[in-house]
Structure formats: structure tokens, C-alpha cells
């Protein structure tokens, strides 16, 4: 089992920045990939970025790339995704999701999940 809690949500004008982390605990949760989804108000849940466990491997949705930055510090048990220029359409509840399966593949399904972080852009 992977427990996972996130943090750094909250309000942000358009083209600013947000740091959100993951704190993960468990057995082996160094070894898992870790992801990011969100899920905005009336639509599904979708993939942004995920990060193999030693994190040399990264992978973005295409709606991310060059906008946010997914890293983890295994020292530390944390995963961390930097968002910069963020735009009204990025406001979100953000989760942190973890699975034993590596390397990650864009949209990969996990199996576990941090209960989310509320992310909102203003215009």
C-alpha cells in the first residue's frame, strides 16, 4: 500500500506559478512511478505528467509540455509538479497517483491516489 498526500493548491492569477508536492509513504513507494491527473469542475479526470521511480524518465500530456515540470526527490519521498503561465483552464482538482509499473507511459492508469488539491486560476 501507497499512501499519498498533496499540497500547494490554491489561488493564483492567470500567468503565474504553483509548486504542488506529494508526499508518499509506504512500502516501496520509491520505486513506483508517480503521476499527476486532474479534474476539472463537469469534466473527467485527465492525465498531466508522470515520473519513473529514479527519475531520469518523464512524460507530459501535450497540453503541458513547456508549461509544467514533474520531479521527485526519493531522499525526501516527494514528487513535485512546477506549473508556470498558468491560464483560467488549468483550474482543476489536482492528484498525485503512484504505480508500481515503470517506466510510465502517458495516460497510464495507477492504482493509487492522494484525496487531491484544489488548484484555481483567476482571469
Known amino acids: 500500500q501507497v499512501q499519498l498526500v498533496e499540497s500547494g493548491g490554491g489561488l493564483v492569477q492567470a500567468g503565474g506559478s504553483l509548486r504542488l508536492s506529494c508526499a508518499a509513504s509506504?512500502?516501496?513507494?520509491?520505486?513506483?512511478?508517480m503521476g499527476w491527473f486532474r479534474q476539472a469542475p463537469g469534466k473527467e479526470r485527465e492525465f498531466v505528467a508522470a515520473?519513473?521511480?529514479?527519475?531520469?524518465?518523464?512524460v507530459y500530456a501535450d497540453s503541458m509540455k513547456g508549461r509544467f515540470t514533474i520531479s521527485r526527490d526519493n531522499a525526501k519521498n516527494t514528487v513535485n509538479l512546477q506549473m508556470n503561465s498558468l491560464k483560467p483552464e488549468d483550474t482543476a482538482v489536482y492528484y498525485c497517483?503512484?504505480?508500481?509499473?515503470?517506466?510510465?507511459?502517458?495516460?497510464?492508469?495507477?492504482?493509487?491516489w492522494g484525496k487531491g488539491t484544489l488548484v484555481t486560476v483567476s482571469s
Open positions: 509506504g512500502r516501496a513507494s520509491s520505486r513506483y512511478a
Open positions: 515520473i519513473d521511480w529514479s527519475g531520469s524518465i518523464t
Open positions: 497517483a503512484a504505480d508500481s509499473r515503470n517506466p510510465p507511459v502517458v495516460g497510464m492508469a495507477m492504482a493509487y
